[in-house]
């Protein structure tokens, strides 16, 4: 907390005022704020595509990351997964804002496939295969400093979600 503190430059007074339920509260709400940019920035990824597939949506969303490390190194990864790791054990109400984190990406994930003509009795678990496997590729990908998880994850998951797609 001291360090959010300081790097907001703000009277410790502020936090307390703001965050009144602590560090729990102060996790609790940046851990939803991801959730929501994660599911805007889907939206941004399918309509920058000139032809959306379902492989080029997830190869759209892992770049992403590509070009973060790429240009800012491996500090720095998914907030979901160092919440998770750091402090859902620790915490039932923090692993339920989480989940529900993870939830509100995975649906416009699942939508955007649907659009693209996936079936809906296929596309939740799709969505949720491309965020696990772009999570996994996030933390090897820190672990070696090396984007080559990434480009994996896209190359090899391509095949199988445009496949999945029933209609051209």
Do not use: N
Request: with cysteine.
């Amino acid at each position: 907390m001291r360090d959010v503190v300081e790097h907001a430059e703000a009277p410790r007074g502020s936090l307390q005022h703001y965050f009144p339920g602590g560090k729990e509260q102060l996790v609790d709400e940046a851990v939803a704020w991801a959730g929501s940019y994660a599911a805007r920035r889907v939206r941004e990824y399918a309509e920058a595509l000139e032809d959306p597939t379902p492989g080029k949506l997830f190869a759209a969303m892992a770049r992403q990351w590509r070009d973060e490390f790429t240009r800012t190194g491996f500090a720095g990864g998914c907030p979901l997964v160092a919440a998770t790791a750091d402090s859902a054990a620790a915490s039932e109400r923090l692993r339920k804002s989480v989940g529900a984190a993870f939830a509100a990406w995975q649906a416009p994930v699942a939508g955007e496939l649907e659009r693209m003509g996936v079936p809906e009795r296929r596309s939740g678990t799709l969505a949720l295969l491309m965020l696990s496997a772009l999570e996994g590729a996030i933390v090897l990908a820190r672990a070696h400093h090396d984007v080559a998880p990434l480009d994996a994850v896209a190359t090899e998951l391509a095949p199988v979600l445009d496949g999945a797609a029933t209609r051209a």
